[in-house]
């Protein structure tokens, strides 16, 4: 009777932890969750900053009348930045929040559903983060080459300052869109590991 | 004894099975997994077809001379619509492949290996899709409403039809990206439901 026991016992103890290697592996995806979220926090921060500080006043002088007209260049200017800008802010106050949510609750959050939710978001949060980071660099290339069929001349001659801004924010935002599908890949071979 | 084994066997048939609601749920969406991949077929392979024949040649008269010069337009003539082509075509072929795969293979081969795989495909498909719609759609607004502070006049008063062909496959791409991500919810969401 006491072999039946500790059979019956042993069979129970598999049936209730069915993944015990998965833990300690999930901890260190954890942590890579959170330095990622970190970072993300940091670049998107960057990015925001350096786009708000795009400003840059340049004198043009009319010949005609002797006198120079000063010609301001600032992100509001093109839609495309002001998207670039909004999604941005959202972002990082999203990695802020998810970050510190993380460090909070520790490993106790990270549920199967938690997870899930998590990798929707950052899938989320990827594809918008990226459409933006399309629609600023590709305003910001013509700025930089102009297109010679459509005549739209390139500013960054001028506006040297300007662009630079413009080109590390969208650079910045190309790099937190590189981490938010990363961050997703990393729940969802969380979610992989679990359902082995 | 016969008790015995009758429990420890209940006990590994339960450990062995450890979730059976989830194969018919499964079912379910791999249908729509599959009915979703045929969608994001026929849509991308419509924006390729539509931003390939964006072709408008329009005649501008020269006063002086007393002629007119054709000027032609085309989708090559930017690189964001080059780089949403390539996005297309590239979609468009792995929705084929992955459609016909899922066809082919039946749920045999829905492991959770397979699943994780797609799932980060999808990710890395509807991030590529975003940047790029974003990145013609940037191009195409200032087009369609010109930018007055940096002197780039609108094209879609004299190329309207052209324009017309830009702005539908930048909403197809617009569609294809949106069930990009709806992919990758979908197979994240059988992940978690295995994980459970």
Chains 1, 2 share one sequence.
Request: aromatic residues 8%; contains cysteine; proline residues 4%.
């Amino acid at each position: 009777m006491a072999t039946v026991d500790a059979e019956s016992g042993k069979a129970a103890a598999v049936a209730a932890e069915p993944t015990p290697p998965v833990s300690g592996g999930r901890g260190g995806f954890s942590g890579a969750d959170v330095a990622l979220r970190a970072l993300l926090f940091a670049v998107t921060l960057a990015g925001l900053v350096v786009l708000a500080t795009a400003k840059q006043t340049v004198l043009f002088p009319v010949p005609l009348l002797g006198v120079a007209v000063p010609m301001p260049a600032k992100f509001k200017d093109s839609p495309a930045f002001i998207y670039l800008l909004v999604a941005l802010c959202v972002t990082c106050l999203y990695s802020l929040l998810t970050a510190v949510g993380k460090l909070v609750s520790g490993s106790s959050a990270s549920t199967a559903k938690n997870i899930f939710l998590l990798l929707l978001l950052d899938v989320l949060y990827a594809a918008v983060m990226a459409s933006a980071t399309g629609s600023a660099g590709g305003v910001a290339w013509i700025g930089l080459k102009g297109n010679s069929h459509t005549r739209w001349n390139k500013i960054c001659d001028a506006y040297g300052n300007f662009c630079r801004h413009i080109g590390s924010s969208v650079f910045l935002s190309l790099i937190a869109s590189i981490i938010l599908v990363l961050l997703a890949a990393i729940n969802a071979h969380s979610l992989y590991r679990r359902s082995r």
